[in-house]
T-cell receptor, first 112, second 114 residues
Framework: ETGVTQTPRHLVMGMTNKKSLKCEQHLGHNAMYWYKQSAKKPLELMFV???????ENNSVPSRFSPECPNSSHLFLHLHTLQPEDSALYLC???????????FGQGTRLTVV | AQSVTQLGSHVSVSEGALVLLRCNYSSSVPPYLFWYVQYPNQGLQLLLK??????LVKGINGFEAEFKKSETSFHLTKPSAHMSDAAEYFC????????????FGKGTMLLVSP
């Protein structure tokens, strides 16, 4: 069982659909993150949750809505996305400051 | 603000040759530095990290990196490339805040030929 699990691995959705990405960490970490990885662009930090409180939101459009119901689970709710939102969405977790982040395998999202 | 520059979006080596992937960073505070590897359609896996202490750090799969403060560099090396090393490599810097918000470089794709 991997430390950070993301589902689904692949998702195709229309621009009018609503879907959610799920992330679960089995490492007992206190912080969780959403990153976006697009072709030919650096990894972009989207959201950070520490002890279930959102501590950072890097100017992410409101069509992306995160939810952290507990320290082990993180969701990314998607609605009315655009084709340019197609990317690999990575979830990560870390214990505290000065520790590395552990990544899930990502969800490959295609918006049609 | 912190940033990471990785020189070369692609690096090609022959199997058995030295691997050198370059990373330079800027940070207003003493940095923590990381190298991650990403295989196709996979997440990122930590190769190694520098926090404090010894500036030469060893990681998994025979990789190592040296923190050089005067050069603001953290280059990744491996003495002898293997076909299985072909992947994308990301350098990252942490700002040591209350949570490890990593700033990543754009990545370097390592190609290994027989």
């Amino acid at each position: 069982e991997t430390g950070v699990t993301q589902t689904p691995r692949h998702l195709v959705m229309g621009m009018t659909n609503k879907k959610s990405l799920k992330c679960e960490q089995h490492l007992g970490h206190n912080a969780m993150y959403w990153y976006k990885q697009s072709a030919k662009k650096p990894l972009e930090l989207m959201f950070v949750y520490s002890l279930e409180e959102r501590v950072e939101n890097n100017s992410v459009p409101s069509r992306f809505s995160p939810e952290c119901p507990n320290s082990s689970h993180l969701f990314l709710h998607l609605h009315t996305l655009q084709p340019e939102d197609s990317a690999l969405y990575l979830c990560a977790s870390s214990q505290t400051a000065n520790t590395e982040a552990f990544f899930g395998q990502g969800t490959r999202l295609t918006v049609v | 603000a912190q940033s990471v520059t990785q020189l070369g979006s692609h690096v090609s080596v022959s199997e058995g040759a030295l691997v050198l992937l370059r990373c330079n960073y800027s940070s207003s505070v003493p940095p923590y530095l990381f190298w991650y590897v990403q295989y196709p359609n996979q997440g990122l896996q930590l190769l190694l990290k520098y926090t404090t202490g010894a500036t030469l750090v060893k990681g998994i799969n025979g990789f190592e990196a040296e923190f050089k403060k005067s050069e603001t560099s953290f280059h990744l090396t491996k003495p002898s490339a293997h076909m299985s090393d072909a992947a994308e490599y990301f350098c990252a810097v942490s700002d040591l805040s209350g949570y490890s918000t990593l700033t990543f470089g754009k990545g370097t794709m390592l190609l290994v030929s027989p």
